[in-house]
Nanobody, 123 residues
Framework: QVQLVESGGGLVQVGGSLRLSCATS???????MGWFRQAPGKEREIVGY????????QYADSVKGRFTISRDNANNTLYLQMDSLKPEDTAVYYC?????????????????WGQGTQVTVSS
């Protein structure tokens, strides 16, 4: 069973930056990995995802041009660089891996999840 551990969350002012990391307990093979977030009272939504070999990345419209996903398969780590943060980016951020799909934005395709890390953007 793959274990994922997120880190790097915290409190930041509007316009600031944070870099989240997601370390996996083992190589996740060709499965897609994604970042998701859930704000209080809202459903969990996708932030973006990367294919198994890292050759394709897609972002939610709300974060395009501000967030960057990267994947280091050699070190079993997924990153989320967040720049120009806004108050509406405040949420718990989760990373997840799909063991069945190499390319998917469907939350139901993701089998293993981290515990989440809180990101709070203050104005």
């Amino acid at each position: 069973q793959v274990q994922l551990v997120e880190s790097g969350g915290g409190l930041v002012q509007v316009g600031g930056s944070l870099r989240l990391s997601c370390a996996t307990s083992e190589h996740t093979g060709s499965g897609a990995m994604g970042w998701f977030r859930q704000a209080p009272g809202k459903e969990r939504e996708i932030v973006g995802y990367v294919t198994g070999i890292g050759n394709f990345i897609q972002y939610a419209d709300s974060v395009k041009g501000r967030f960057t996903i990267s994947r280091d398969n050699a070190n079993n780590t997924l990153y989320l660089q967040m720049d120009s943060l806004k108050p509406e980016d405040t949420a718990v951020y989760y990373c997840a891996v799909s063991t069945t799909m190499a390319l998917t934005s469907d939350i139901s395709d993701y089998d293993y999840w981290g515990q989440g890390t809180q990101v709070t953007v203050s104005s």
